[in-house]
């Protein structure tokens, strides 16, 4: 199909001012949040991306009216009519991202039992839902597992209770979240993941009423209440959106501003950003990326959980890392299978060996196991314009990073998955000048 490729011709530094919006992963989570109270909630700041408007599609099914507020970037959400909604068609929402899974909680509360299609979301590891389950069976929920989902009860009110993650689970603990704020008694919840979309959500359910507090430990506890009202919210701002375009911008050797970008949430990676060689300047309305110029660096990069390098962040800049002189080191630690879209780059003249061994500073959950899920970036390497199927969100971006960056014309398939989290970016390459064209 002709309307997923795109013609991205390279060699032209990026240049210019992009917006970046709410974050991909808070907002579908507040919008689900909103399915807890007895009053509307409105959402700022949304992003017009796909994951958006799965849930939005959901949420209505569910018998909450989703409609547009003041401005074209607020939802108002209206959770009124949520017991006497018709669910036949949910089947037709499996794999559609992995927000569903969130639905568990809220819908049990307010009905006593939830179906949860199968999940979609990124194909970069196993990503299992265990703990999901785990904590939902520790509330007293209990969970069938059929053909086309999974079917859950609340034979009476959902308990608080004592949890601790095997790893700090960032679904996971917004799980517990949303289960939590409406559940007789106290939850305590230690090893819980605290990255700042977690934080933000934790906002969105005080506002609405919720009693959360949060442990110099990572501990996070809940006090359940009998009721949630509504919210008003504006969406933290996407901390990956904004470094991808500030990976962007290095690859390219350009320059972007990326208005609405904010630091306090992007700390770890400016000073990584920094240390490739790459230059910023943080302004009150956003921040501005920029090649100064002269050889890159290499680095020792892991990822990791909050407030460590995220997962997320990684892909993009790992094409930047492909023009860094010396070789950088690259340990995934939060999925097993995130390193896959390196080969695509290697077709395009990039150096780059995966190895299974725990490479840099830490053995993770990963080493002896067989996945090849360390990196070894030898630079700087030409790359050359490639046919390249995008295999997955931020893979997605990087190929397009490297179509930029690349001498010749690439050939990019599959280019609809990159709306799932990235606003309108046709237009926002067009606006920092790149050549790119459909077929
Ligand atoms: C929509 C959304 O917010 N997605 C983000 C969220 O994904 P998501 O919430 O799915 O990621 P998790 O933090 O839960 O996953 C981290 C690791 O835990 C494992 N795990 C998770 C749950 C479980 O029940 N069992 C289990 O083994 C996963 O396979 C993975 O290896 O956090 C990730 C880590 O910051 C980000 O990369 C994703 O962009
Ligand atoms: C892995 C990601 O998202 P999801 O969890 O929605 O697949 C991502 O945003 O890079």
Redesign the pocket.
């Known amino acids: 199909m002709t309307d997923d490729i795109l013609l991205v011709h390279g060699g032209t530094p990026l240049d210019g001012e992009i917006r970046v919006r709410g974050a991909?992963?808070l907002v579908?989570k507040a919008m689900v949040a909103a399915l807890l109270g007895s009053e509307p909630s409105r959402l700022r700041n949304v992003p017009d991306i796909r994951d958006v408007r799965v849930v939005r599609g959901l949420l209505q099914l569910h018998g909450t009216t989703v409609t547009t507020g003041d401005e074209p970037d607020e939802l108002v959400l209206d959770p009124s009519h949520v017991e006497s909604a018709n669910v036949a068609d949910i089947d037709a929402h499996a794999g559609s991202?992995?927000?569903p899974i969130l639905f568990c909680g809220p819908l049990l509360h307010r009905l006593g039992h939830a179906f949860i299609p199968g999940l979609g979301?990124c194909d970069i590891?196993?990503?299992?839902?265990?703990?999901?389950f785990d904590v939902l069976r520790q509330f007293g929920a209990t969970i069938e597992k059929r053909a086309d989902g999974q079917y859950l009860e609340a034979p009476q009110r959902l308990r608080g209770t004592k949890i601790r993650l095997p790893?700090p689970?960032?679904?996971?603990t917004e799980q517990v979240l949303l289960t939590a704020v409406l559940a007789e008694g106290s939850t305590e919840l230690s090893n819980a993941?605290v990255?700042p979309?977690i934080e933000d959500l934790i906002c969105v359910l005080q506002k609405m009423g919720a009693i959360i507090s949060m442990d110099t430990d990572r501990t996070i506890r809940i006090t359940g209440v009998d009721k949630l009202g509504g919210y008003t919210h504006s969406a933290l701002p996407d901390r990956?959106e904004a470094a991808s375009w500030a990976s962007a911008a290095l690859a390219t050797e350009g320059q972007v501003f990326v208005r609405g970008a904010s630091q306090r949430e992007m700390m770890t990676f400016l000073n990584t950003f920094r240390k490739v060689g790459g230059a910023f300047e943080v302004l009150d309305e956003g921040i501005r990326f920029w090649h100064p110029g002269g050889p890159l660096k290499s680095i020792a990069l892991e990822t990791d959980?909050h407030p460590g390098f995220?997962?997320?962040w990684q892909q993009p800049l790992v094409v930047a890392l492909t023009q860094a002189t010396g070789l950088s080191i690259v340990h995934e630690t939060?999925?097993?299978s995130r390193l896959g879209f390196t080969s695509a780059l290697n077709q395009m003249g990039a150096h780059i060996q995966l190895y299974r061994e725990c490479l840099g500073g830490s053995a993770c959950r990963f080493g002896q196991r067989n996945f090849l899920h360390s990196a070894v970036v030898s630079g700087p390497t030409k790359l050359q314009g490639s046919d390249l199927i995008i295999p997955d969100l931020r893979g997605g971006f990087s190929y397009l990073i490297a179509a930029l960056a690349a001498q010749g014309t690439s050939r990019v398939h599959g280019i609809d998955l990159i709306n799932r989290g990235y606003e309108n970016f046709m237009n926002k390459l067009a606006e920092l000048g790149a050549k790119a064209e459909r077929p």
């Open positions: 991909k992963n579908p991202s992995r927000i979301g590891g196993g990503r299992p839902v265990d703990f999901h790893y689970s960032v679904g996971s993941a990255e979309e990956l959980v995220q997962t997320d939060v999925y097993e």
